[in-house]
């Protein structure tokens, strides 16, 4: 299964942001979908996850200020972001999280956050 991200852009400090994650088959046979991202000098970080079944989870670091959705009908997850800020500035990915494991990667999309 391949996994597109895109979406990001330059966006204001306290603005908005929904990247798209588009799926080449049904989102419900892939287990688990992550959203990660790497900022310069620093290791990927894994942002939030969704199951095949619509369960989410969200990372500490990104609580209250990121969501992760799905629509299925579009094979398409997505990843809004609020109160976004500069330090939130990066390449963005989403992965399943096996191929994540496996070292496995395709293109992000990068979010630039201007103070």
């Known amino acids: 299964v391949q996994l597109q991200a895109s979406g990001g852009g330059l966006v204001q400090a306290g603005g908005s942001v929904t990247l798209s994650c588009a ?5 419900k046979t892939i ?6 991202r790497q900022a310069p000098g620093k290791q990927r970080e894994l942002l939030a996850t969704i199951t095949a079944v619509g369960s989410t989870n969200i990372a500490d670091s ?5 969501t992760i959705s799905r629509d299925s ?4 997850v997505y990843l809004r972001m609020n109160s976004l800020k500069p330090e939130d ?7 399943k999280l096996s191929d ?3 070292g ?3 293109q992000g ?4 956050v201007s103070s």
């Open 109 to 112: 999309t990068q979010v630039t």
């Open 100 to 102: 994540a494991r496996s």
């Open 62 to 66: 990104v609580k209250g200020r990121f």
């Open 31 to 36: 287990s688990v979908i992550g959203w990660y």
């Open 89 to 95: 500035t990066a390449v963005y990915f989403c992965n």
């Open 23 to 27: 799926a080449s088959r049904s989102l």
């Open 104 to 106: 496995r990667w395709g």
């Open 73 to 76: 009908a579009k094979n398409t």
